[in-house]
């Protein structure tokens, strides 16, 4: 709720590591030849490249008290070191499995342009809407609902680069014409010295969508060829996936460390310098290929996939429509500021997108994701109200808590993330044991509290209770709210693929993504009309008006009563299960469609377990 920039915001979902048998030997063992980015790069091993056997004396000796001084530094150096030791052989042992052409584009695409291009660019967001372009929080969340336009086309995008390769590839040039768009864009923010003009403002949120164009497209065929790993090596999926979002990760740290510097000099453009190598070097790792791709054959017309194209025709029905219903809704943002035509727009548009789904899915699938999406939609969201809120100077928010750039998006940033992670903790030690319409149910309740601490605050009760705002801001927003937005998100990943049919895992993931952003942009264009309706104004040029009377009303129905509504559709859209049944496809068509999906038996989400088979 605190994202206004346009950039996507990213959930981490991290997955236990395998450990290999002590029995056999280290795969850097002298035994085995080495491979990998240090070969021949060392001519003595380095710390944190040391063997098992080599910690084990180091061990025997510390015990035994033979050391002397240098045996002792070295002991030491050893303990310090063991952390990047035990990460560099992880790190070495999943690259023998999936090979280093992978691990090095996953670090291209989740560290360097999922973690660290769009969190500099989401760090710049804020101060460079209120003190560059001076922007309303009205239009700041309508460019952010443009801007936001690549990440529901992803089905689209990947399903032309399925059927329609290019150069004989299906992912490489897409890539590489995606990140040439996103890297530009960056370049230009960087560059050019912007105003408070309409033609300003439409060239930023223009250079975002080109920025989200790079990431959304590189991060989903990123994802496909992972995936498809992960199916051939299912005994490595959880290092894969673990490994993702510790590079997404590092990404966001070294963009929050890079802000830490930024911010204070006020020099906002220097943000986009530092994104600038992070965009371009997708570049280079796309054009040269190093994402592993086998080179089609077919030339000519043929080299259209027409076989898959036909087999899979609803899920490109409902890609194609999902673009379409996102480009008009984005198109309204733009043209019109009737807040009626856009508030009936935007229900429309909902409406239609629940209606088509259930055309294209198998009917359970289809119920939760209407579930899911609804629940999204009717969230409504006012976050640029609430950011300028905390943000703005006395002059347009008297008495306010006025917090620093540095405050508002790195230290919080920061804070957040570590406590995101207790989120996904918590919810695998709790809420695993729910059955699903409870787990819903409570994730309901709980995203409806987490905005009673916006109302303390914005009422100002923290203060006569002798709380100052940072202080009462960290706790709440920052360290409450990412814990309960995890656990808030789980369940519905959880419900999503207990749902997806087999071997369709990823596109259906892909669509429902789509569908999840969709929802977050029809949340937003609801809270835009909130905003108007509400009276809300934050005009932070100079002599603008400002007016946040209404915002505590605006709180209570869209941030407390909204989500709720949530509770009556679990009784009506999702099954009284629990999160480890088994749940048995459902399959359109008859025949031997229909006895194949049969003789499939009974599949399980990810919370695991076993199936009638075994």
């Known amino acids: 709720r605190r994202t206004a920039s346009g950039c996507s ?13 002590p029995s056999q030997p280290s795969r850097a063992s002298p035994g085995r030849p080495r491979v990998g980015p240090f070969r021949g790069v060392f001519e003595t091993v380095a710390p944190w490249d040391r063997s098992p056997e080599a910690d084990a004396m180091d061990d025997e000796r510390l015990k035994s008290g033979a050391a002397g001084e240098t045996s002792t530094a070295t002991d030491v150096t050893s303990v310090v070191c063991a952390p990047f030791r035990g990460a560099y052989r992880w790190i070495h042992n999943l690259a023998d499995a999936v090979g280093w052409q992978l691990i090095a584009f996953v670090g291209s695409c989740h560290f360097g342009l999922k973690g660290a291009l769009l969190g500099l660019v989401g760090h710049a967001s804020l101060p460079y809407a209120q003190r560059v372009l001076k922007l309303s929080a009205e239009q700041s969340q309508r460019y952010g609902i443009v801007a936001m336009f690549p990440w529901s086309i992803k089905p689209v995008v990947g399903m032309i680069s399925d059927v329609l390769p290019i150069g004989g590839y299906n992912k490489r040039y897409y890539m590489f014409g995606a990140s040439l ?39 989903l065929l990123t994802e496909g060829k992972y995936t498809e790993k992960m199916s051939e090596m299912p005994e490595v999926s959880s290092d894969v996936v673990s490994f993702v979002w510790l590079a997404l990760t590092a990404g966001g740290v070294l963009a929050t460390v890079a802000s830490f510097f930024v911010l204070p000099t006020k020099n906002y453009r220097l943000l986009y310098w530092c994104a600038a190598p992070f965009a371009l070097q997708a570049v280079f790792t796309s054009a040269f290929g190093v994402l592993p791709e086998t080179k089609t054959t077919s030339i000519g017309a043929s080299m259209i996939n027409r076989e898959l194209l036909a087999k899979h025709a609803p899920l490109f029905v409902i890609g194609t429509f999902m673009a379409f219903v996102c480009a008009a809704l984005a198109a309204a943002q733009l043209l019109t500021t009737d807040m009626f035509f856009e508030l009936w727009f935007t229900a429309g548009c909902a409406l239609a997108l629940s209606v088509a789904m259930f055309f294209c899915m198998p009917a359970r699938l289809a119920k939760a994701t209407l579930f899911l999406f609804l629940t999204n939609t009717t969230s409504v969201s006012f976050g640029s109200a609430m950011q300028y809120w905390f943000t703005v100077d006395e002059q347009c928010n008297p008495g306010g808590p006025h917090f620093d ?36 149910m409570i994730s309901a309740l709980i995203s409806s509290m987490a905005s009673i601490g916006d109302l303390v605050m914005v009422m100002r009760w923290n203060l006569r209770w002798g709380i100052p705002d940072k202080w009462f801001y960290l706790v709440g927003d920052t360290i409450l709210e990412p814990i309960v937005g995890m656990m808030a998100f789980m369940p519905g990943t959880v419900l999503i693929s207990k749902m997806c049919p087999k071997n369709m895992e990823a596109t259906t993931f892909a669509i429902l993504a789509s569908f999840s952003n969709l929802g977050n942009a029809l949340s937003g264009s609801f809270g835009v009309f909130a905003m108007q309706y ?11 008006e400002c007016d946040f009377t209404n915002l505590p009303t605006l709180i209570v129905s869209c941030g407390m009563l909204a989500p709720l509504l949530a509770v009556p559709l679990t009784f009506v859209l999702i099954p009284d299960m629990a999160m480890t049944d088994p749940v048995k496809e459902d399959r359109a068509g008859g025949g031997e469609e229909e006895k194949a999906a049969q003789e499939e038996g009974e599949r399980m989400g990810l919370l695991g377990g076993a199936t009638k088979s075994d």
Do not use: C
């Not at 915001?9 to 048998?21: H, I, K, L, M, Y």
């Not at 405050?407 to 709790?430: H, K, S």
């Open 9 to 21: 915001p990213s959930n981490a979902r991290g997955g236990a590591t395998a450990t290999r048998d």
């Open 181 to 219: 768009l996103g890297a530009g864009a960056v370049t230009y923010l960087a560059s050019a010295t912007l105003g408070d003009d309409d033609a300003s403002a439409m060239t930023y949120v223009s250079a975002l969508v080109l920025i989200n164009l790079q990431v959304s497209v590189v991060d």
């Open 534 to 544: 509400a009276g809300i104004k934050t005009d932070v040029a100079e002599d603008g």
């Open 405 to 440: 750039y540095l405050f508002f998006t790195v230290y919080t940033a920061a804070i957040a993330q570590l406590f995101g992670a207790l989120g996904i903790y918590l919810f695998n030690a709790y809420f695993s044991r729910f059955r699903m319409r409870q787990a819903l």
